[in-house]
Structure formats: structure tokens, C-alpha cells
């Protein structure tokens, strides 16, 4: 895991900004997409984590984008988000491994 660097960091925010980014171009059939954080390429899943604890108020847009993202799902992920970094983080923690599971039942029938 990426050494953890002053909990607001913009560095941080950015990751996470780009994580967002990723899960949405993320097609089925392609591993977990990773981006740039503590210099080094981790995956979407490790930077949730890392915001987990931030508590600055999410953009806007960003939250929208994750709105959108839990709407086209299931609305069980959907209650009353938590607006923050740290509560997206945990939604697309959420919606990372409903993907996964999607993708390995998709190769169960597959093969």
C-alpha cells in the first residue's frame, strides 16, 4: 500500500479524482485499472482506501459522477451518500467489487 501522505493532500485528491476516471473507462475483461499515486501506478481499489478518512467535501461533479455510476446498478449501493472523499472512497470500493464479481461470473460461464 502507498505510504499515506498528509490526509488532504492534493496529490491524494487528484488519485482519487483519476480512480473515478478509470472506473468509468473500466470495460469487462480487463484487470483492476491502476493510476499515478506516491510516484508510483496502484490500483483503483488502494487510493479508495486511502481517501477512506478524508473528510473534505467532494466536487460537484465528482459526486455526480458517482451518482450516476451507483444509479446504473443496483440502488441497494445508493442510500444517502456520504459527500465526502472519504465516503466515495467506500462507495467505489463498493462498486469496484460489485464489478469484479461481475467479471468473474461472466468468465464462469464463459468457460
Known amino acids: 500500500m502507498a505510504k499515506p501522505l498528509e490526509s488532504g493532500s492534493l496529490e491524494l485528491r487528484i488519485a482519487f479524482h483519476n480512480a473515478v476516471s478509470r472506473f468509468q473507462d473500466w470495460t469487462t475483461g480487463v484487470t483492476e485499472p491502476r493510476v499515478k499515486y506516491c510516484s508510483r501506478f496502484c490500483p483503483i481499489s488502494e487510493v479508495c482506501q486511502e481517501v477512506g478518512n478524508l473528510s473534505d467535501r467532494l466536487p460537484v461533479g465528482l459526486l455526480a459522477i458517482l451518482q450516476k455510476e451507483t444509479h446504473?446498478?443496483?440502488?441497494?449501493?445508493?442510500?444517502?451518500?456520504?459527500?465526502?472523499?472519504?465516503?466515495?472512497?467506500?462507495?467505489?470500493?463498493?462498486?469496484?467489487?460489485?464489478?469484479?464479481?461481475?467479471?468473474?461470473?461472466?468468465?464462469?460461464?464463459q468457460s
Do not use: Q, V
Open 72 to 109: 446504473t446498478g443496483d440502488d441497494a449501493l445508493s442510500p444517502k451518500m456520504d459527500e465526502t472523499y472519504g465516503g466515495a472512497g467506500r462507495l467505489l470500493l463498493r462498486l469496484i467489487e460489485k464489478r469484479k464479481d461481475e467479471m468473474r461470473r461472466r468468465n464462469l460461464l
